[in-house]
């Protein structure tokens, strides 16, 4: 099915849903930068934390062209979901769920790319990035980046500036789901200051380890997270409904998406100042 809008707000609408998954989803083709910024704006209109959407398409050898057709442009959803799985696997602090599938190396190389459909400037990047669209471009010896193709871009689809970078969405997303399931064991058992704690010190340790490997912000464990699960949270109507609540907070990591170098050049009684953005 080719990518449009209906199937995209379909997929954001089911990831929303279950809560424990990300939507990658590509850019429709042949598209060319202004098209993508109002396919974006209009078209697609989603304001959406579980999402991501990607541009333009890469091209790759295609084994199936038997010397026909040596190569052949594909959705770049593929090649992210390969992203995603080896920032996950990098190793801390720089790697793991917290980290933002873009950059050079390891970060966002497009591995088994030869080309794109479109090839960004700056102009086209400075048009999609602050809308959501994240851009994939080639860099040439000597350029700003390595060379190779590149992931260029790191926002979900949100306007909320608590999630604007899929590393934080992600981050609590995993979270949420591992507190979930180590919790469970409590189900049914008393509710009371016992089970409080064992479910505090289970939360404490787990942030703790996130912490350590650097998935967290904050210079202390006590800069990064902190759990509440006792009677002010769990009075006696709460209990009365069977509820069980416990409130955690964390200092998710963002990117540095952004580096501006601020130059001097010193002079007697002033100086001049240049900027440069890398």
Request: net charge neutral; charged share 15%; aromatic share 8%.
């Amino acid at each position: 099915i080719p990518a449009n809008s209906i199937v995209h707000n379909a997929m954001l609408a089911y990831v929303e849903g279950r809560a424990d998954s990300f939507a990658i989803l590509d850019m429709p083709d042949n598209l060319n930068a202004v098209a993508a910024e109002t396919y974006r704006q209009d078209t697609l209109g989603a304001d959406s934390k579980w999402g991501a959407i990607y541009w333009p398409h890469v091209q790759v050898a295609d084994p199936l062209g038997a010397g026909t057709r040596p190569t052949v442009f594909v959705p770049p959803s593929g090649h992210m979901a390969g992203i995603f799985a080896r920032v996950d696997q990098l190793p801390a602090p720089d790697g793991g769920v917290a980290a933002t599938p873009a950059g050079e190396g390891q970060f966002g190389k497009v591995v088994g790319a030869v080309g794109l459909r479109y090839y960004a400037d700056d102009r086209d990047h400075d048009r999609l990035n602050p809308v959501g669209v994240n851009v994939i471009r080639k860099y040439s010896r000597g350029g700003p980046a390595s060379p190779g193709i590149i992931v260029m871009g790191g926002r979900t689809l949100s306007s909320d500036l608590n999630f604007t970078y899929i590393g934080v969405r992600r981050l609590l997303t995993f979270i949420g789901q591992s507190l979930k399931a180590g919790f469970r064991f409590a189900l049914f058992r008393n509710n009371d200051f016992r089970i409080w704690g064992q479910l505090t010190d289970l939360a404490n340790a787990f942030l703790r380890n996130l912490h350590a490997a650097g998935q967290l912000r904050g210079q202390s464990a006590q800069d990064a997270y902190y759990v509440k699960i006792d009677g002010t949270l769990n009075d006696a109507n709460a209990i009365a409904l069977g509820q069980l609540i416990a409130e955690v907070a964390v200092a998710a990591q963002k990117p540095a998406e952004f580096i501006i170098i601020r130059l001097s050049q010193l002079q007697t009684g002033n100086a001049t100042i240049s900027e440069f953005g890398a």
